[in-house]
C-alpha cells in the first residue's frame, strides 16, 4: 500500500528491526485484533523512522536490537479503542492488561485517550531485545499494561528493570 507523503514503513528504513504489532491479533488489552491493523507492519513519519535507525545503531553495538509494538496508528482504530473501554461488560483480558484498574477509570488515568499522539506517525512503542535470540529485556511490566507499575519511575522494579529503561529512555531522548 503507498503511504501518504512523508509515511514510511519503519522497516524499509531498518530492515533488521523486530516487529510485534499486537493490535494486528487477540494478544492486546481488548482480546481481540483491532480492525484497521490488517497487516502486521509499523509506519512512522520519515523524520521519526530515521531517529530510530541511530537508536537501533547504537543499540546493535551493545548486543540487542528494537522491537516495535505499535506505531502510526489510525484515527478509526482509536475510536475501537474508546468504544471498547465504554463497554464496561467486555473484561475479557482485564486479569493480564488492566487487573487493578476499574474500566470507568481507563480515561482519567490515561491510559485509553479519544485523541492519540499515535494518530500522528512520530510515536511508538517499544522495547529491546537481545540482538540473537530475541529475547525482551526485563522492563518491569509488559507492553500495555495498565497500573502504576508501568509508569517510567515506578518504584515497584527491581534495580536491573530500572536500567532497562533507562538505557531505552537514554538512546530516545538522545535520537528522537
Ligand atoms: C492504548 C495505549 N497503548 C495508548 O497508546 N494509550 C495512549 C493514551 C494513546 O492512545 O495515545
Known amino acids: 500500500q503507498k503511504l501518504p507523503e512523508n509515511f514510511v514503513y519503519v522497516s524499509k528504513i531498518i530492515p533488521d528491526i523486530a516487529l510485534e504489532i499486537r493490535y494486528c491479533g487477540a494478544n492486546n488489552f481488548m482480546g481481540k485484533p483491532v480492525d484497521a491493523y490488517r497487516e502486521s507492519v509499523a509506519i512512522l513519519t520519515k523524520p521519526a523512522a530515521t531517529a530510530l535507525s541511530q537508536v537501533q545503531e547504537e543499540l546493535k553495538k551493545q548486543g540487542y536490537r528494537l522491537k516495535i509494538f505499535d506505531a502510526y496508528r489510525p484515527q478509526s482504530a482509536v475510536d475501537q479503542f474508546v468504544e471498547w473501554a465504554r463497554d464496561e461488560a467486555d ?12 474500566k470507568r477509570n481507563l480515561f482519567n488515568l490515561g491510559y485509553i485517550s479519544s485523541r492519540s499522539g499515535h494518530s500522528r506517525g512520530s510515536t511508538v512503542d517499544l522495547t529491546i531485545i537481545n540482538a540473537e535470540t530475541g529475547e525482551e529485556l526485563d522492563m518491569g511490566s509488559p507492553y500495555d499494561f495498565f497500573g502504576s507499575i508501568s509508569n517510567h519511575n515506578s518504584e515497584e522494579i527491581n534495580k536491573e528493570q530500572k536500567e532497562n529503561r533507562l538505557i531505552l529512555k537514554h538512546l530516545m531522548e538522545k535520537w528522537l
Open 91 to 102: 473484561t475479557i483480558n482485564k486479569k493480564s492488561f488492566y487487573p487493578e484498574i476499574d
